[in-house]
């Protein structure tokens, strides 16, 4: 079975700071992965996505995440945050021959000034 | 460009009342989805529907029924709401043969069961 964890519940970062938002996957093949960002009040808009290819994979808002198969994971980044980047992320992961997708319990971002 | 239209935003029922939560996609995807999200829990499968005429249970279907009515629409239904199925409700569509997409989701419906 497909799974996935955030281990980070809530980050706080300071505004222009770097961010790291972990995720590590459960599948027995290669997984499409994907990060999406929820804004309160707010559907779910995706980020970026990886199902083949090179590992570094660029997405809107200037975030950037990497498959390392090695180590199960797909972790986000952002070299500078932005006040707006304020919401939760969820990773999520789907099987190639199917496309339930399962998500992560989130993390949330707090930035402060 | 509408994209998932979900209907309504917010809705509090009483225990054991009824109702239906309504989705539409403009896009022309095949296959769409009804998750709920709990604070902790992230987002549980409820049900989708690969295709017109189809529907399949998902994660967490107890309690809850679907209708694909075409193309464009999939409703939730909930025939005697129970206090844990106060969430947020998430409708999300894709088209076929279109894995490396992603979902589209709707803005969601907020409901509350007392």
Same mark, same amino acid.
Request: charged share 30%; aromatic share 0%; hydrophobic share 20%.
């Given at each position: 079975a497909q799974s996935v964890t955030q281990p980070d519940i809530h980050i706080t970062v300071s505004e222009g700071a770097s961010l790291e938002l972990r995720c590590n996957y459960s599948y027995g093949a290669t997984p499409y992965l994907f990060w999406y960002v929820q804004s309160p009040g707010q559907g779910l808009q995706l980020l970026l996505k990886y199902f083949?290819?090179?590992t570094l994979v660029q997405g809107i808002k200037g975030f950037e995440a990497e498959f390392k198969r090695s180590q199960s994971s797909f972790n986000l980044r952002k070299p500078s945050v932005h006040w707006s980047d304020a919401a939760e992320y969820f990773c999520a992961v789907g099987p190639s021959n199917d496309y339930k997708l399962s998500f992560g319990a989130g993390t949330t971002v707090t930035v402060r000034a | 460009n509408a994209g998932v239209t979900q209907t309504p935003k917010f809705q509090v029922l009483k225990t054991g009342q009824s109702m239906t939560l309504q989705c539409a996609q403009d896009? %022309?995807? %095949?296959s769409m989805y009804w998750y709920r999200q709990d604070p902790g829990m992230g987002l549980r499968l409820i049900y989708y529907s690969a295709s017109e005429g189809t529907t399949d249970k998902g994660e967490v279907p107890n309690g809850y029924n679907v209708s /694909?009515? %075409?193309?464009r629409e999939f409703s939730l239904r909930l025939e005697s709401a129970a206090p844990s199925q106060t969430s947020v409700y998430f409708c999300a569509s894709r088209k076929q043969g279109? /894995?490396?997409d992603g979902y589209t989701f709707g803005s969601g419906t907020r409901l509350t069961v007392v």
């Open positions: 083949s290819g090179d | 896009m %022309n995807h %095949n /694909r009515l %075409n193309k279109a /894995r490396g």
